[in-house]
């Protein structure tokens, strides 16, 4: 099976989202917030440096629980704004 090669949209998407991760991880080791989640340390690697960009729905939902966050606060942080960029980050800083 041969993937679609991502947007330029869907690239800078997955880098946001693994910038949110490792703000929201905080001081807590990439090893604790991995296993917490149920995903190894690699895993998580690549989505926070955005070498995973599209990581799967349960993984997304697996390490948003070991974070506390909500799926909707992420929904709303990596969405396009009004001119199609992402940028809604202030969603989780409130």
Known sequence: MVRTPLTPWERQRGERFG????????????VEVAAAAGVSAETLRKIETGR???PAF??????????????????V????????????????SA
């Open 77 to 92: 942080a990596c969405a396009p704004d009004d001119q199609g960029e992402g940028g809604r980050h202030e969603a989780l």
């Open 58 to 75: 349960f993984t997304v939902a697996a390490l948003a629980g070991a974070l506390g966050l909500s799926l909707d606060e992420l929904a």
């Open 52 to 54: 995973a960009p599209t």
């Open 19 to 30: 910038a949110l991760l490792r703000e929201a991880r905080g001081e807590r080791s990439m």
